[in-house]
């Protein structure tokens, strides 16, 4: 079983909904999580990063953990076409390398 | 937030050449620095971690005579690809973290193309 799970996709979905992407863990240890969104042919860039369990929010962006469940949520409110991306999933381990979700790749329609 | 730069953006190479790229922090001291390579549609699959002045860990099955990773300084690290194959033909992309801190910042990948 792989540390970090999480649904390839694609999720398509219209201008202005909400968009909910998740991923669960198997390690407990785990008490950083992370949300990059990666372009095409880009490198990933770090969006949200939050620390145990509750949510955090930035702008149109909310991240959510779940310890209990070992269970993380990044919603998007409002979504736009320039959202349409992969969405990973990252928790550091010891060495603070990172584990990877596969990434869910996101099309918001106009 | 943090900025990573890398150089080439892009590189067409021959089989058999070597190919250096190179990934710098820009406004952050790098205390670890990461290589990634990336299939099409795939996730990042870590190749080696660099802390600067020593020695890459590399991960299993990562050829470190293959993959020279050197980390000099606390801005800059290098990937060598020696006697490239068509098969190293990748996106390779780096990521640096200051100590301290869980976050990793990544640069803007290297396309190899090898023919």
């Known amino acids: 079983q792989k540390e970090v799970e999480q649904d390839p996709g694609p999720l398509s979905v219209p201008e202005g909904a909400i968009v909910s992407l998740n991923c669960t863990y198997s390690n407990s240890a785990f008490q950083y999580f992370m949300w990059y969104r990666q372009y095409s042919r880009k490198g990933p860039e770090l969006l949200m990063y939050?620390?145990?369990?509750g949510n955090k929010e930035d702008g149109r962006f909310t991240a959510q953990v779940d310890k209990s469940s070992k269970y993380i949520s990044l919603f998007i409110r409002d979504s736009q076409p320039s959202d349409s991306a992969t969405y990973l999933c990252a928790m550091p381990h010891s060495g603070y390398a990172l584990n990877f979700g596969k990434g869910t790749s996101l099309l918001v329609t106009p | 937030g943090a900025v990573v730069s890398q150089h080439p953006s892009w590189v067409i190479c021959k089989s058999g050449t070597s190919v250096k790229i190179e990934c710098r922090s820009l406004?952050?001291?790098?205390?670890?620095m990461f290589w990634y390579r990336q299939f099409p549609k795939q996730s990042l699959m870590l190749m080696a971690t660099s802390n600067e002045g020593s020695k890459a860990t590399y991960e299993q099955g990562v050829e470190k005579d293959k993959f020279l990773i050197n980390h000099a300084s606390l801005t800059l690290s290098t990937l060598t690809v020696t006697s490239a194959h068509p098969e190293d033909s990748s996106f390779y992309i780096c990521?640096?973290?200051?100590?301290?801190?869980?976050?990793?910042?990544f640069g803007p990948g290297t396309r190899l193309t090898v023919t």
């Open positions: 406004d952050f001291q790098a205390t670890t």
């Open positions: 990521s640096a973290r200051s100590q301290g801190s869980y976050e990793q910042y």
């Open positions: 939050t620390y145990s369990s």
